[in-house]
């Protein structure tokens, strides 16, 4: 009977362990919530929309920080549609803005990770494991600590997947075409609708993507829209992809062959390494002739987006939950010491080129992705989407 009890309670340990990692990523954030961040180019944005200004103004922090220096200002880098989705927060004190935005974020994140474990069929302890496990990646503290909503399209990007492996077209177009509009480079999943032949998830992801912005140019203006595609992202994108904090392959090739005597390396770089990355994609749909299985496309098309953008950060790596539950649920044994390799270099926090004193060239995250990205283009075997309400069936390897 002693036993049957344990066993029964046997969750409350994996829960524990939950709560903990979700306390963790909400009291990191907690010194923060008073410091200039991300978060703080939407706060006044949508303050000075709100008193019938311009969201791309320079603006003075002290909107946000009444303590900053009134000459200290900056300039939003965003999308409208994402300036616009945080507005509401600049109802309240940042301070309160940046807690409920770190808040909703882990919530949502605990949210995808459940989704994620239902579709691997995993049983309550390893689900709530799953969970824990996801919440401590150190890409989630960094996305609560500075304000951003990279946790917010992980969970519609595993929304989209889920509904997709249902069949849910239209669904799965909507949800990733929310996070298009928010930030560009899920727009990669709407052309991988296209190739797996799910053309109404596409077509539902354009409306979602062009009505979403429709919206936001009526209630900021053309003009923002305008200024937005004409100046912020191309600014925006020639600042930041020099960073040393930056994941993507532009980011390494600008760090390691920056030349003033040879600016072509750069160049050759970046789409060198693009070209790659699209190669290897190529290659895995043609092994499977272009096959319709939402598997192989989120796992293939995850890692490419974030190699494939100017700019990716460390707290978009929890989005690669999916291809490596994916990689996890299909793929044959003789893969899986390969899978474990890349899964711990995911969940490497540095940034930096170099490890013990050699170069990496890549940082280790990025060389995590890249692996990730090779495994799920190898042949394997393929799972099988499971009916709504119902786990995944996986076929055995062979």
Same mark, same amino acid.
């Given at each position: 009977?002693?036993?049957?009890?344990?066993?029964?309670?046997?969750?409350?340990?994996?829960?524990? %362990?939950?709560?903990?990692?979700?306390?963790?990523?909400?009291?990191?954030?907690?010194?923060?919530?008073?410091?200039?961040?991300?978060?703080?180019?939407?706060?006044?944005?949508?303050?000075?929309?709100?008193?019938?200004?311009?969201?791309?103004?320079?603006?003075?922090?002290?909107?946000?920080?009444?303590?900053?220096?009134?000459?200290?200002?900056?300039?939003?880098?965003?999308?409208?549609?994402?300036?616009?989705?945080? /507005?509401?927060?600049?109802? %309240?004190?940042?301070?309160?803005?940046?807690?409920?935005?770190?808040?909703?974020?882990?919530?949502?994140?605990?949210?995808?990770?459940?989704?994620?474990?239902?579709?691997?069929?995993?049983?309550?302890?390893?689900?709530?494991?799953?969970?824990?496990?996801?919440?401590?990646?150190?890409?989630?503290?960094?996305?609560? !600590?500075?304000?951003?909503?990279?946790?917010?399209?992980?969970?519609?990007?595993?929304?989209?997947?889920?509904?997709?492996?249902?069949?849910?077209?239209?669904?799965?177009?909507?949800?990733?075409?929310?996070?298009?509009?928010?930030?560009?480079?899920?727009?990669?999943?709407? !052309?991988? %609708?296209? *190739?797996?032949?799910?053309?109404?998830?596409? !077509?539902?992801?354009?409306?979602?993507?062009?009505? !979403?912005?429709?919206?936001?140019?009526?209630?900021?203006?053309?003009?923002?829209?305008?200024?937005?595609?004409?100046?912020?992202?191309?600014?925006?994108?020639?600042?930041?992809? +020099?960073?040393? @904090?930056?994941?993507?392959?532009?980011?390494?090739?600008?760090?390691?062959?920056?030349?003033?005597?040879?600016?072509?390396?750069?160049?050759?770089?970046?789409?060198?390494?693009?070209?790659?990355?699209?190669?290897?994609?190529?290659?895995?749909?043609?092994?499977?002739?272009?096959?319709?299985?939402?598997? +192989?496309? %989120?796992?293939?098309?995850?890692?490419?987006?974030?190699?494939?953008?100017?700019?990716?950060?460390? @707290?978009?790596?929890?989005?690669?939950?999916?291809?490596?539950?994916?990689?996890?649920?299909?793929?044959?044994?003789?893969?899986?010491?390969?899978?474990?390799?890349?899964?711990?270099?995911?969940?490497?926090?540095?940034?930096?080129?170099?490890?013990?004193?050699?170069?990496?060239?890549?940082?280790?995250?990025?060389?995590?992705?890249?692996?990730?990205?090779?495994?799920?283009?190898?042949?394997?075997?393929?799972?099988?989407?499971? *009916?709504?309400?119902?786990?995944?069936?996986?076929?055995?390897? /062979?």
């Amino acid at each position: 009977m002693s036993t049957l009890s344990a066993h029964r309670y046997s969750w409350l340990l994996p829960l524990a %362990f939950l709560v903990a990692a979700a306390f963790w990523g909400l009291a990191a954030s907690w010194p923060y919530r008073t410091l200039e961040s991300d978060l703080t180019q939407d706060y006044i944005s949508a303050r000075s929309w709100f008193d019938g200004g311009s969201i791309y103004a320079s603006l003075s922090t002290h909107l946000a920080h009444p303590n900053n220096d009134p000459d200290r200002t900056r300039v939003n880098d965003h999308p409208p549609p994402y300036i616009v989705a945080l /507005s509401p927060l600049a109802l %309240f004190p940042f301070s309160i803005a940046h807690t409920l935005l770190a808040a909703l974020s882990l919530v949502v994140l605990a949210g995808a990770g459940v989704l994620v474990a239902r579709e691997m069929a995993l049983n309550t302890n390893q689900s709530l494991l799953l969970v824990a496990v996801l919440l401590l990646h150190s890409g989630v503290r960094s996305c609560t !600590v500075v304000g951003n909503t990279s946790l917010l399209l992980a969970g519609l990007i595993v929304l989209g997947w889920r509904a997709l492996r249902r069949d849910c077209e239209i669904a799965a177009g909507v949800y990733i075409g929310l996070a298009t509009a928010m930030k560009l480079y899920p727009g990669l999943l709407v !052309v991988g %609708f296209g *190739a797996i032949g799910r053309f109404r998830a596409a !077509v539902s992801a354009g409306i979602t993507v062009v009505g !979403v912005w429709a919206v936001s140019a009526a209630l900021v203006g053309v003009d923002e829209i305008e200024t937005y595609i004409s100046i912020r992202a191309g600014e925006n994108a020639n600042r930041e992809v +020099t960073n040393p @904090h930056n994941l993507s392959l532009a980011g390494a090739a600008h760090r390691h062959l920056r030349s003033p005597d040879h600016p072509q390396l750069v160049a050759a770089g970046v789409w060198g390494g693009r070209a790659l990355v699209l190669t290897i994609v190529a290659v895995g749909f043609a092994w499977r002739r272009w096959e319709t299985s939402p598997d +192989t496309m %989120f796992a293939m098309l995850i890692p490419a987006m974030l190699l494939l953008s100017p700019i990716t950060w460390l @707290h978009a790596v929890p989005m690669m939950v999916v291809p490596v539950a994916i990689l996890i649920q299909s793929h044959p044994r003789k893969y899986r010491l390969p899978l474990m390799v890349v899964v711990a270099a995911l969940y490497f926090s540095s940034h930096s080129d170099s490890l013990l004193g050699y170069t990496t060239i890549l940082p280790i995250p990025t060389w995590g992705m890249l692996g990730v990205l090779v495994l799920a283009a190898l042949p394997r075997c393929e799972s099988t989407p499971a *009916a709504a309400g119902s786990p995944p069936s996986v076929t055995p390897s /062979s």
